[in-house]
């Protein structure tokens, strides 16, 4: 039992939880947008700065639990840097990591340091806290700042 | 007559299974309590042996259901200390029941300006279906508030009244954090005033015996599934002139006595209130559960729940990492905290993995997290068989969620 709790709360995950890295508002983001999972309350504001077709900075706020918190900070430090369309494509392939079949080994190629999200997938209430912070970003990019609802 | 819950915990088979590979603690019967062999015998029963439409058929089948299911009417008013069957309509839960009230004796009895007064520690299914009523009809809702204990500000509620105060609904017990509210007081005090009050029992009448004439209210809800009974079983009581007086809900088939094209007539009530094929499984069930009750007695079920409150709220007390949200003096079933630097989700999978199922979330009352400044908190409820083993399996699961967090 302990070792499916371990799973799920990875050091590298607790850690982030304790310390978020990014967490702060800019001056003039070039794209924001609020995500709220209305299941738990959850809430989150994503922070971008577009350039050139590139994020070049990426932040966060909100309160949420410790899989949330910590996979919005682990998100900020992978796209920073990304092409736009890597970051897109990125949300595709950490949306198929912690929805992925319970039963089968989780794709961790290409995720990089989030593949220790892939617990999550044992734990089907989790899977949207993992994805807010995601779901935010996409909106950001591509919405228009719409608030993204996990609901 | 002393009460076992040893005894009474292997009268529901459920509490033999295991979660997540560990035996069951549940610890979340606030959210829905566990059945009974009684009931769920009983379900069985009426749909293997006597089951048939209601009020309907001329055989010997559909007299007997109907028979039945009139007998879990009375069993309902006896239970509440109604005075007549005719007050207690059965509907799905204690949201529609409130729904009803709203909707049908609202629309009647309110109008531009006036006031509907509920309070800080309800549940949203007693704070949503008033505030859809006040904007339909550009009323204004007000809420009176609480102290940091989590108990009613009755100076402010009594000030809160006026001539435009068409109606007070509140909560017997709060869901939220266990507060029992002196609702005799807010019977008395909206009566001085000839304002007529709902009380959503929900969380009353399975941790205590309740006599609706008694506590002098108008209307009284309470659902099923919390009373050990089935889901999909709602009760509403009502005074009678005032169930005459109200039109109908919904409208259909059973609650009519007539229909032409140009107009129909309605039965009284309470069949006017239930359009349709209702439950009736359900409702025999909700009796079932009822007599079993009966065969235990509230008062010791009170007695064991106030106890086991308060060892549970000992042990919480003990961590210093842990704060108690609810405080109040009178509180009962349920034990809602916080823990510094772990969240509630993250407390509910850490605690579901060693076997115990809590509550993590708002409990349906968003406003009253917003009061006490959190976003959520962990909610520990009781019921008649929980014991002081599931408490003490709650503590080291938390100790446990400390360690891996620090």
């Avoid at chain 2, 009502?238 to 059973?254: F, K, W």
Wanted: aromatic share 8%; charged share 25%; glycine share 8%.
């Amino acid at each position: 039992m302990m070792d499916d709790l371990r799973e799920l709360y990875q050091t590298t995950i607790l850690d982030h939880n304790k310390k978020p890295r990014n967490f702060r508002v800019p001056d003039g983001p070039s794209h924001e947008a609020d995500g709220f999972n209305p299941l738990c309350g959850d809430k989150v504001t994503v922070y971008l700065q577009v350039q050139d077709g590139r994020v070049i900075d990426a932040s966060f706020q909100g309160s949420g639990c410790a899989i949330s918190t910590a996979s919005a900070s682990m998100m900020t430090e992978a796209i920073k840097g990304a092409p736009v369309k890597e970051a897109l494509s990125l949300f595709e392939s950490f949306h198929d990591l912690v929805t992925g079949p319970a039963m089968d080994a989780p794709e961790t190629e290409g995720v990089g340091k989030l593949a220790v999200f892939a617990g999550v997938r044992e734990f089907p209430m989790r899977v949207k806290c993992a994805t807010l912070a995601w779901h935010t970003l996409k909106s950001a990019l591509e919405n228009g700042g719409e608030t993204a609802k996990t609901e | 007559m002393s009460f076992d819950p040893y005894a009474a915990r292997s009268d529901f088979p459920i509490l033999e299974r295991t979660n997540r590979g560990k035996p069951l603690v549940y610890l979340d019967t606030a959210a829905s309590a566990q059945k009974p062999r009684a009931v769920i015998d009983a379900i069985s029963d009426c749909y293997e042996n006597h089951y048939a439409n209601i009020h309907r058929g001329v055989y010997e089948l559909s007299e007997r259901i109907t028979r039945m299911h009139e007998e879990a009417r009375e069993k309902v008013a006896a239970f509440l200390g109604a005075a007549e069957s005719r007050e207690i309509v059965f509907t799905r839960n204690a949201t529609e029941s409130i729904n009803l009230v709203a909707a049908s004796w609202g629309r009647q009895n309110l109008a531009a300006g006036d006031e509907v007064v509920i309070t800080t520690l309800e549940h949203h299914a007693n704070i949503v279906p008033w505030q859809l009523l006040c904007e339909e009809k550009n009323a204004r809702l007000r809420v009176v508030p609480i102290n940091d204990a989590g108990e009613l500000e009755m100076h402010s509620f009594e000030a809160m009244l006026s001539e435009r105060t068409r109606i007070v609904a509140a909560s017997h017990v709060s869901n939220a954090l266990g507060t029992i509210n002196p609702v005799r007081k807010i019977v008395a005090i909206a009566h001085e005033r000839g304002i007529p009050v709902l009380l959503d029992g929900a969380q009353a009448v399975p941790r205590f015996g309740v006599d609706v004439r008694e506590l002098g209210c108008d209307f009284y809800v309470f659902s099923g599934h919390k009373l050990y009974g089935p889901s999909g079983m709602g009760v509403l009581y009502g005074r009678a002139e005032l169930l005459e007086a109200m039109a109908p809900y919904q409208s259909g088939g059973d609650m009519i006595e007539t229909v032409s094209f140009e107009k129909s007539t309605f039965k009284s009530a309470p069949y006017k209130f239930e359009a349709g094929t209702p439950d009736i499984a359900g409702a025999i069930g909700l009796g079932a559960a009822i007599d079993y009750l009966a065969g235990i007695g509230l008062d010791a079920i009170e007695h064991h729940e106030l106890e086991l409150t308060a060892y549970g709220k000992e042990l919480l007390e003990a961590i210093p990492e842990v704060r108690l949200i609810g405080t109040a003096a009178k509180k009962t079933g349920v034990l809602s905290f916080v823990v510094e630097g772990i969240h509630p989700h993250d407390l509910g999978t850490i605690l579901d993995m060693e076997g115990v199922a809590i509550r993590a979330g708002h409990h349906c009352a968003q406003p009253l997290m917003e009061r006490f400044d959190v976003p959520a908190t962990a909610r520990a409820s009781l019921g008649l068989y929980n014991i002081r083993e599931d408490l003490d399996h709650l503590i080291a699961g938390l100790h446990k969620a400390i360690e891996m967090f620090r």
